[in-house]
């Protein structure tokens, strides 16, 4: 049986391991960094609380990153909303190029469906498998591969049309 202090310190450990890509993960995820603290929290002290089902042979990174990924969802629903994108108006005064921002990528991420977006994330940003993903996500492997291809489409025609309104506007201010 382990003692307190030993628990304690075994979930100090984690923490100081893992916590960073937690906090990265949820970052990206909601784009506001004291939501990201918040839900941060909220993840480590669920695993405080579940702390003695983890297996100390196991890696925790899979349990943590699966309930970060839950938590981050479950704000999206509750908040239904999506991010405020610029008008056409403000779009219209940046200059034209082919280059995207990395502020307009992560706006374009955004707008998509909470699990199509952990999806990508965990695919592209952290370098998971689909069965990894699939568990972080309590989903089948082929719903996974379904997430990953809307969103590919989803940011293929946004990038397609953001690019067709720049050209527009360039040709419109020659």
Do not use: C
């Not at 100090?12 to 990206?28: K, M, W, Y």
């Not at 034209?96 to 952990?118: G, I, K």
């Not at 998971?128 to 996500?137: C, G, N, Q, T, V």
Request: a neutral charge.
């Amino acid at each position: 049986m382990e003692s307190n202090a030993d628990r304690s310190a075994r979930f100090d450990a984690i923490v100081r391991e893992h916590g960073p890509s937690i906090f990265g993960l949820l970052f990206r995820f909601v784009r506001d960094r004291g939501l990201a603290e918040d839900l941060w929290q909220e993840v480590f002290w669920a695993s405080w609380r579940r702390f003695d089902d983890l297996d100390a042979a196991r890696d925790p990174m899979p349990w943590l990153r699966t309930l970060a990924v839950n938590r981050a969802i479950d704000h999206v629903r509750r908040r239904r909303s999506r991010p405020v994108l610029e008008s056409d108006d403000a779009l219209a005064e940046r200059p034209a190029a082919s280059v995207r921002s990395r502020s307009d990528f992560e706006e374009t991420l955004a707008s998509l469906p909470p699990h199509e977006r952990a999806a990508v994330l965990l695919y592209y940003e952290e370098a998971r498998s689909i069965a990894e993903i699939a568990a972080a996500l309590d989903a089948p492997a082929g719903t996974v591969k379904t997430w990953l291809f809307r969103a590919r489409q989803r940011l293929r025609r946004q990038f397609e049309e953001d690019d067709r309104r720049a050209t527009a506007r360039t040709i419109a201010n020659e």
